[in-house]
């Protein structure tokens, strides 16, 4: 076990290095379930007593090639690249959620919300474009008042930061969180009429912060948006 083990090792390695840092840095779904099978490969070689390091090396140059014949043909064939590789999905389009992209996803608000914080983002009103990479990430574009230069940048007077608040995720109302800015629900109801809302299933999502305009976003899927 000892020369299997070094043996699988070192295989391993180069066989990460051959096939490039994009296994690492970029994991993909098809590159996840690549490094899951790997690991099982060698893993049940190494404690199989019919296995040696014929068989390991067997296995590792076999998967080693289909990946990396895969690479081959994602660069060579770029309508492969959505199959293999995935693609890039918008889950903001100028400052709007994009709810069936998020379902398709699987991605809550939550969960984005999350992310952005990440990005150093912690309000939704500061993000123009938010994509959803393949390998999982989010890219954030910022709107431009909140691009820099900073107000610092700017020899600016510094105001005090704000956390903004969930008030209305899904068309449901945040409760808690209500309570905990001292919020009715009939204030609530008042400004969503305020922006045309007569409905709160009608809202997707609705943030406060202090001292700004209520930001109420609703539901829009590709292509259409609910009114």
Request: aromatic share 10%; net charge negative; hydrophobic share 40%.
């Amino acid at each position: 076990m000892l020369v299997d083990t070094i043996f699988g090792f070192f295989a391993l390695f180069l066989l990460t290095k051959i096939l490039g840092k994009t296994q690492i840095s970029q994991l993909t779904a098809f590159d996840f379930i690549s490094a899951i099978i790997l690991g099982e490969l060698v893993g049940n070689a190494l404690f199989d007593d019919n296995s040696g390091i014929l068989q390991i090396g067997y296995v590792l140059l076999l998967w080693g090639s289909l990946l990396y014949v895969t690479e081959i043909i994602t660069q060579k064939f770029k309508s492969t690249r959505p199959l293999l590789e995935g693609s890039p999905e918008i889950v903001i389009r100028k400052g709007k959620l994009i709810r069936d992209v998020m379902k398709k996803n699987k991605l809550d608000i939550n969960q984005l919300q999350h992310m952005l914080r990440g990005k150093d983002v912690f309000t939704l009103r500061e993000v123009e474009y938010a994509i959803l990479e393949t390998n999982g990430t989010l890219s954030v574009l910022k709107k431009s008042d909140f691009q820099t230069p900073t107000r610092k940048d700017m020899k600016l007077a510094p105001q005090p930061a704000n956390l903004s608040v969930t008030l209305i995720n899904d068309g449901e109302i945040i409760y808690d969180n209500l309570q905990e800015r001292n919020l009715t629900e009939e204030w609530l109801m008042d400004e969503l009429k305020e922006q045309g809302y007569d409905n709160v299933k009608d809202v997707f999502y609705a943030e406060y912060m202090k001292d700004e305009e209520l930001l109420v976003l609703p539901f829009i899927n590709r292509g259409k948006q609910k009114k």
